[in-house]
């Protein structure tokens, strides 16, 4: 490799060890790398501009604008209380269906804000029921993370698949005449909630009504709410129509987004909603910069050609053994991202497994395995999720008392074997040996 | 001089002799003394120290759990009992028992903590620290370890 490809690479590692170690703020010291990298010349600052995925950051950003009204409707208070009567008041079962609801809602919503957004009504369920709370959130942090990358819309994983790849909304469903993330990961899904039920919600406890619950369950203003949700599925439907509508998914999202709120706008003091200064305010720019500062960084990696490299490095592996290489690559994975932040670890991957293409090497059964290790996998530990830091926030604020480490891995430990088990069995029958020769 | 003291136990031996020696010195200066289990959660999983060692469901691990506090803070109930000091216990969910400790002393204004030198042994104490070496660093009141 050439200095200066050696360069990139020890500012990289650097950065990802300052970022995975939380001495700095992480969006600080990715920023701070890209910094490095133009100085020392790697890249110029017009390279990491371009570097970007501007269209991945317009989806975000839309989606979280619309996600953070739809936040205000009041409709997760009332899905909540829908869930309890669901439940029958069983709270083994309460905490299922609130963590279907919560992987649910994440498929079309940041999985940070899915949990902010349940938290406040699941947390005096719980209490009702008389449920630790501390596994109550954690399912529903872990549900939330589980079912960011079933669709394109929940997560940056499968965005970032789609802006390595070009994957489609629909090819989350159904590609190539085979079922792809979402119903894998749906099935999965169930088994997993099935097996955690058995593993630490069974057993039968005191019932509890919704009336008992003490729970709002009214949505303050139906005609916001219904704008609102009208405007996600509008959305939602346009991503899903892209091809045909001929522009970047980044447009459509960022045209639901802004028309939404200029739709709340006109209708002024008719709907009870909040400002759009205040939606802004409350989007997590930390993460927005932190994504534009990945994005830059990969590409400095790329334009010195070290993942072509790495790829060459894994030529062989995949090309002679397609079915071990992608157990490996799963495998390995999700350890990794269960301790280190994991959008950089797929990010890296994503494009060294673009560059295996040209040497025979089908790519979207590695790609799809990549995605659902590492999103699978970060729900091992804290450092592996965003999610799940805020979930132990929550926790630990409201129990008034430290989460140990043995606690949290008594319930992430199952839920991510399990999870991990049954994606990687479907993965390997329907996606990986279809292709080995 | 001290009028309640915090007696911390975490049912082994030396915590015993600690909580004799904490109620003796209540009685001696007509102090009243509340004494403390830190319990740990109720997972699935149950653990010895770090190490998981077996499974069972959180209820049963919960009814465990508040069976091995009610034994353990009953010897420092009928210690102060026998002593006639006034006495009350409380249990609380917490795998940090020098945090436990630390807040329970300052919710209720104990003036004194009167807990054991040491309760792990070995590895495990190089692992995961004394517990009441946190507390007497973090402490705001005044620490009798007792030896």
Known sequence: MEPMAWAALTVFVITIIVVISNKIDSTVAALTGVAVMIWIGVMTEVDAFGFVDWNVMAILVSIWIIAGYFGKTGLPGWLSVQALRLSGGHPGLLVMVLSVLAGVISMFVDNVVTILMLAPVAIPLARAMRLPLTPVILMIGFSANFMGTALLLGDLPPQMLHSVSGAEFMDFIWQFGRPSSFPILMVTFAITLGAMYAYGFRGKRRSLGAAQADIASNIPDPVFAGIVVAWFL??????????????????????????????????????????????????????????????????????????????????????????????????????????????????????TIRDLESAGVPPWPLWWMLVWSGTLGSNLTVAGAPALYVALNICEREESRKVSLREFLAWSVPFTLVAAAVCYVLGMLIWVLPYVK | MFKHILIPTDGSDLSRRAIAGGVALAKAIGARVTGLFAAPTATPIVYRHFLPVGYMTPQAHAKQIERTAEQYLSIIQRAAEKARVPCETVSVTNDFPADAILKIAKKRRCDLIYMASHGRRGVSAVLLGSETQKVLTHADVPVLVHR
């Open chain 1, 234 to 351: 509008l959305t939602v439907v346009g991503m899903a129509f892209r091809e045909a509508l001929d522009v970047k998914l980044g447009f459509i999202a960022l045209t639901g987004a802004v028309t939404l709120v200029l739709v709340l706008e006109l209708a002024g003091e008719r709907v009870k909603s909040p400002s759009f200064e205040e939606i802004i305010q409350e989007l997590d720019w930390r993460a927005v910069f932190f994504y534009v500062a990945l994005f830059a960084l990969v590409g400095g990696l790329e334009k010195m050609k070290i993942l072509e490299d790495l790829a060459h490095l894994l030529i062989p592996l995949f090309r002679e053994n397609l079915a071990l290489g992608a157990t490996l690559l799963y495998w390995v994975t999700v350890p990794i991202v269960g301790i280190v932040e994991h959008d950089a670890y797929i990010l890296t991957f994503l494009y």
